[in-house]
């Protein structure tokens, strides 16, 4: 028995892209905070915190990010990866974000609680799509970041086990019916 419990531990830590490593803390100046949506200055001149982030504030973030998150396009596929010799999902979406002080858990599943849940239809760049690639696990294992919103049509980054750091489309089979919620960070 305490051979098949760690046989299945053992299994579900592989079937995802998830990673093993511990998410740091990550503070600078300028700091976005990804939980509460606010801004904090940390000068000695003073120390504001303006919340909530306005709407074309975070169009630009979010564009910023998609550009950022470009960068790494080609990059291989490498479980727990975050540097360009290799990276998985949550690894792409936790560095892009890093770069912008902000800090999210560094497991795929573990961001799908982060931010608000939105409408599909609502999804701006910037915002991130989760999926469940496994249809024997009812769990968020994949994660992506919106790279371009046109109606009935929305692409996104991700890395996958096949080809690496891509960008595709929602509309395309696979990941239509893997597909599990949009949430917004910004």
Known sequence: MHKLSLLLCLLICISSCKSTKKTTSYSKT???SASNNTIETNSTSNDAVLAPIDREASKHLGTELRDYAK???GVRYKYGGTTTKGMDCSGLVYETFKAYNIDLPRVSRDMAL???KINIEDVQVGDLLFFQTNP???TINHVGLVVASRTGNVEFIHSTTSKGVITSSLAERYWYYSFKEARRIL
């Open 114 to 116: 982060e931010g608000s």
């Open 30 to 32: 300028n700091s976005i």
């Open 71 to 73: 960068q790494f396009e």
């Open 136 to 138: 024997k696990r009812n």
